[in-house]
Every structure is written in structure tokens, then in C-alpha cells.
């Protein structure tokens, strides 16, 4: 293909059946809910997955959205926003499933999700005392090892300090206080701002209907995907965003590397597990 | 004021899922904010905004033997749930289940600590408590959220 072929616009057809696809992978292989719901919801996508032309059918999609909900409200305890955005995405596919003009509306109705969520992340995080100290950026490390292995990986702080400060939180139970140790101030200062920035520009962009700032929310979404996803490796949330960010995209480079992102986060996740 | 027509609304019945998830994220919010739900969970957008997470959040276990001894209980499989529960928001009707549950046991000391054991004697009384974590200062400090004791 050539480089003007991948910027075309792709046929109608062809975006429902990869978007709508890669959804059903996205249930069938990355949703990891209560079993009973997710064991019904994976059946129902095996049937969209085996027989393409269910995926017309709105039903499919609402009672998976449905079991998934159900699901999502029984065990309550174990859920996460990855698993809401999927039910919503869900719901999406179903209230576009039957009409003419679905792909259009799939981009639109997948833009105002992404937005949704990147702006719901922002607000909690700008309503967070902890966050605006610095407080969760100095510490986290500690308390997520994902994190943690980042931070001994670029010299922001040592295995030793980790473990210390570990033990430390694990005497709380007997002692009153104890002291810390936080990670290097230029590494909280890059996660705050790099977090920030990307989300920021993911919410705006696609808040906005701009071309070019949609398609800066569509560079700093793949950026996100990439970047947040090879250390936190929750490829549900990968996947779901990689499925809406193809929705909307307009040019087939966009799509193309969407595709990428959708593969690259659990294939790595895969490798990193087997190794 | 014109209403709505149906196609109208039809037609935008594609941002209906967007519009249920402000709902949802901003419903999640008051309820973070007026109990002790942790932002990480239950559908919230509050992940990686605070250290306040369900992995965070400490449960402590103790009890004492019939003997009068105060030892801290291992936390049993059967109560795995109802702990994650509490971990991830923890009420005082949590508290007490997962109390009632471990006084339904009976207990053995197995070095440091008493684990569950068929053949091990009830305890005297069990002691809960669920709280975060909270620091300033490079100071961490222990911040009880909900207790419950045998009566």
C-alpha cells in the first residue's frame, strides 16, 4: 500500500467488521470478570466472532452489555472502570448495530466515550489530594511493583529503598508511624506531567470536533495506549481503547496502528509472562 | 420550548452510552466522597489518582485465647472474600462479618501466629480493623477506618 493509500479513507464495511471483531476478542479473550458472566458473555462472542452477520443484530451486543452489567453489579468487589467502558462500548455497538449510517455514528458515539473517560480520569485526579501534593507520584513505586520495577529500571530509586519502605508500611499494624523513602523528584515530576498531559490532550481532542486536535487525541491516545500499557499491562483497558480509537480514526494510518496498539499490548504481556 | 422529536433523538441515541457513563464515573465520585469506597474501584475513574487503593488499605486481625493470649490471625481462605470486600469498601457491617466469620473458627497458634485448625479451641474474643494508609512528610501513619470487637 501506498503512503497516500494509507491516509484514504477505508469502506464502511470493512471498519464495522475489524471494529466490531476486535471487540469481540476483546470479551472473549481480555475481559477477565466473574466467571459465570464472563463464560456467557465469551459464548455470545464466539457467535459474533463465528457467525459475522449476528454482529447486525443489536441484541447481541445489549445482552452482552447485560450479562457483563449483571456481572459487574454480583461481584462488585473485583470490578474495574475497564470493565464499565466495556459494557458501554457495548452498548454502542448495539445502538449502532441496525442503522444505516452505523460507522459514522460508531466514530462519533466512540469519540464522546474516550472523552468521557479520559476527562472522568482528569477530574479525579485534579479532585485528589494526593495527587496534587505529589504524595501518589513519590509513592506509588512502593505500592504498585509494576511501578516500582519502572522506577528501579530507570535509576529513580533501588530494589533496597522499595523493600525497606514496604516493611516500613507493613509495621503500621504495630507501630504508630513510620518513615519513608520517596523516589527521585524528577521521576514523580515526569509520571505527574506525562500522565496529565496525555490525558488532557486525549480528553480535549476528542471532546472537540477539530480536525487537528483530533488528531492530536489520536496521537496522545496511541501514546497512552502504548506507553501506559507495557508497564500496567491491563490489556482489557488496552484493548477497548484500541477498538474505540480505531472507531473514530478517519485515515487508514491511524487505523493501521490502532490495529498495532490492539496487538502489541498483550502479545508483550504474553512474552513477558512466558519469560 | 420545542420538543424533541423521536428522530431526533434517535438520531443521537449513539451518545447515550457516553452520557451513562458521566453518570456513572460522577455517581461513583459522591459515593467516594461521602463513604469509604476506595477511588481505585467499582467503576470510578480514580486509578493511579491516589495511593488510597484496595492493595493499600491494611486489615488487621487479632484475637485473644481462651488462655488470654493476643495473637494475630492468619487470615483463612474462607474469608478471602469478605476481607477483599472490606479492602475495597469497607463499611461497619462489613467489619462485624468478617469478625463473625473468624469467631466461627476454631484457632491454634502456629508459631507467630493462630491459624484456623478443626482440632484448635474457639477464641475469647476477635478483634477487626480496616484502615488506609496516609502519609506527609515521608511519614506513613496508619488511619483506622472501621473497628469491630467480640462484645
Known amino acids: 500500500m501506498t503512503a497516500t493509500g494509507l491516509l484514504k479513507p477505508t469502506s464502511s464495511d470493512d471498519v464495522w467488521l475489524v471494529a466490531s471483531g476486535s471487540l469481540l476478542v476483546v470479551v472473549l479473550a481480555f475481559n477477565d470478570q466473574w466467571w459465570p458472566t464472563q463464560a456467557i458473555a465469551s459464548m455470545l462472542a464466539l457467535l459474533g466472532l463465528l457467525v459475522p452477520s449476528t454482529r447486525n443484530q443489536s441484541s447481541l451486543w445489549f445482552s452482552m452489555s447485560a450479562v457483563l452489567a449483571a456481572g459487574f453489579v454480583l461481584e462488585w468487589w473485583t470490578t474495574d472502570n475497564h470493565h464499565l467502558l466495556i459494557i458501554a462500548t457495548l452498548l454502542l455497538f448495539g445502538i449502532c448495530a441496525r442503522s444505516r449510517d452505523k460507522v459514522d455514528r460508531l466514530s462519533s458515539g466512540a469519540a464522546a466515550l474516550v472523552a468521557v473517560a479520559f476527562a472522568a480520569a482528569l477530574i479525579a485526579k485534579a479532585m485528589s489530594p494526593d495527587f496534587r501534593s505529589g504524595v501518589f507520584a513519590s509513592y506509588v513505586p512502593t505500592l504498585d511493583p509494576r511501578l516500582g520495577d519502572l522506577a528501579v529500571r530507570v535509576g529513580a530509586t533501588s530494589r533496597e529503598t522499595l523493600v525497606t519502605n514496604q516493611s516500613a508500611l507493613d509495621s503500621l499494624a504495630t507501630t504508630e508511624t513510620v518513615g519513608l523513602t520517596p523516589v527521585s523528584d524528577w521521576f514523580a515530576i515526569v509520571m505527574l506531567v506525562w500522565t496529565v498531559g496525555l490525558e488532557l490532550l486525549v480528553a480535549v481532542g476528542f471532546a472537540v470536533r477539530h480536525r487537528r486536535l483530533r488528531q492530536v487525541g489520536n496521537i496522545a491516545l496511541l501514546t497512552f495506549i502504548v506507553t501506559t500499557y507495557s508497564v500496567v499491562p491491563v490489556v482489557g483497558f488496552a484493548g477497548v481503547l484500541s477498538v474505540l480509537g480505531f472507531a473514530q480514526a478517519e485515515s487508514r494510518l491511524l487505523k493501521a496502528l490502532y490495529v498495532a496498539a490492539f496487538v502489541s499490548i498483550p502479545l508483550q504481556d504474553a512474552i513477558a509472562r512466558v519469560l | ?151
Request: net charge negative.
Open chain 2, 1 to 151: 420550548m420545542q420538543r424533541p422529536d423521536r428522530h431526533s433523538v434517535r438520531r443521537r441515541a449513539h451518545l447515550l452510552p457516553a452520557a451513562l457513563l458521566v453518570v456513572l464515573a460522577f455517581g461513583n465520585r459522591v459515593i467516594t466522597n461521602q463513604s469509604d469506597l476506595s477511588p481505585w474501584e467499582l467503576g470510578g475513574f480514580g486509578m493511579f489518582s491516589t495511593i488510597d487503593s484496595p492493595q493499600s488499605r491494611l486489615v488487621l486481625l487479632e484475637g485473644t485465647t481462651l488462655d488470654g493470649e493476643r495473637l494475630v490471625l492468619e487470615a483463612p481462605a474462607e474469608v478471602a472474600e469478605s476481607i477483599q470486600q472490606l479492602r475495597v469498601w469497607p463499611t461497619l457491617d462489613r467489619t462485624d462479618h468478617v469478625r463473625l466469620q473468624l469467631e466461627s473458627f476454631r484457632w491454634a497458634r502456629k508459631e507467630e501466629v493462630a491459624v484456623i485448625d478443626a482440632a484448635g479451641s474457639p477464641l475469647l474474643s476477635v478483634d477487626v480493623v480496616v484502615g488506609r494508609i496516609a502519609i506527609s512528610d515521608s511519614t506513613a501513619r496508619f488511619v483506622p477506618l472501621h473497628q469491630s470487637s467480640t462484645p
